[in-house]
């Protein structure tokens, strides 16, 4: 679970960030949970779950 993980980072490792998010993910099967406000970061995952509100949207 990681709560903004990138919210200070530069594009560069941002990008170190998500690649070793993503190997641990497939390399231990396991699933993440991410909160950020980062467009891009969101988009380069498998699915996007967004709040509205305090609501599911």
Not at 9 to 36: C, G, H, P, W, Y
């Amino acid at each position: 679970m990681g709560d903004e993980p990138t919210g200070n980072l530069d594009s560069k490792n941002t990008n170190i960030v998500f690649d070793i998010f993503r190997e641990l993910a497939t390399e231990q099967n396991i699933s993440l949970i991410v909160i950020t406000h980062d467009d891009d970061f969101a988009h380069k995952n498998d699915r996007i779950i967004k709040l509205e509100d305090g609501r599911i949207v």
